[in-house]
Structure formats: C-alpha cells, structure tokens
Nanobody, 124 residues
Framework: QVELVESGGGTVQVEGSLRLSCASA????????VAWFRQTPGKEREGVAS???????TYADSVKGRFTISADNAKNIMFLQMNALRPEDTGMYYC??????????????????WGTGILVTVLS
C-alpha cells in the first residue's frame, strides 16, 4: 500500500503564495514520476507539474513562471511552491505517483497512486 500525504494548503489572497508538500513513508520517489494535479467540482483532474525519474520537469502552461516543483528523493518528499496565485488556481490539489511507463506526465490516467488531496483557496 502506497501512502501519499499532502500538506500546506489553505486560503490566501490573490498574488499570495503557498507551498504544498507531498510525503511518502512507503515509497521512494527516485525511480518513478511524481506530479501535482488539481481539480475543481465538475471538472477533470488536471496536471499542474511533474518530475520524472530522469529529472525532466513539466509544467502546465497556466502555471509556468509561477509554480515550481521540486523533490527531495532522500526524504521521499515533493514540493510545489506556488507564487502569484490567482483565483483560478483554487481547487483540490493532489499528488500523484506513477510506477508504470507513461507518455504524458500531466495526464491523470497515468498515475498509479494518489494522495487524498488538500484544498487551496485563492480569494480575489
């Protein structure tokens, strides 16, 4: 059983910052892809940022230049630094983990495990 635990969500004003964390005590991040996704009611879960096992980082266009993904493989923890937040960034944020080969690291279908999610609210 892979357990992923997100933390760091909350409510901020527009242009504010938050740092999300995703930790796993049961799985190593080193050999797989880890990613952040977000979802709002009635919409599909969308990829925000990912780190693949070869170090490749991918961002959704909507967050480029504002969000930064990083991972500490030794500690099995991943971060998402979110700056210049906008109301449209509001949603449940999930960390995902893929152990199988994937084509698109920002597509939810390729993730094998998920955290339970954490809420981010950006007030205008």
């Amino acid at each position: 059983q892979v357990e992923l635990v997100e933390s760091g969500g909350g409510t901020v004003q527009v242009e504010g910052s938050l740092r999300l964390s995703c930790a796993s005590a049961t799985f190593t991040f080193r050999r797989i892809c880890v990613a952040w996704f977000r979802q709002t009611p009635g919409k599909e879960r969308e990829g925000v940022a990912s780190i693949e096992s070869d170090g490749t980082i991918t961002y959704a266009d909507s967050v480029k230049g504002r969000f930064t993904i990083s991972a500490d493989n030794a500690k099995n923890i991943m971060f998402l630094q979110m700056n210049a937040l906008r109301p449209e960034d509001t949603g449940m944020y999930y960390c995902g983990l893929a152990v199988s080969p994937l084509v698109d690291p920002l597509k939810a279908d390729y993730m094998d495990y998920w955290g339970t999610g954490i809420l981010v609210t950006v007030l205008s």
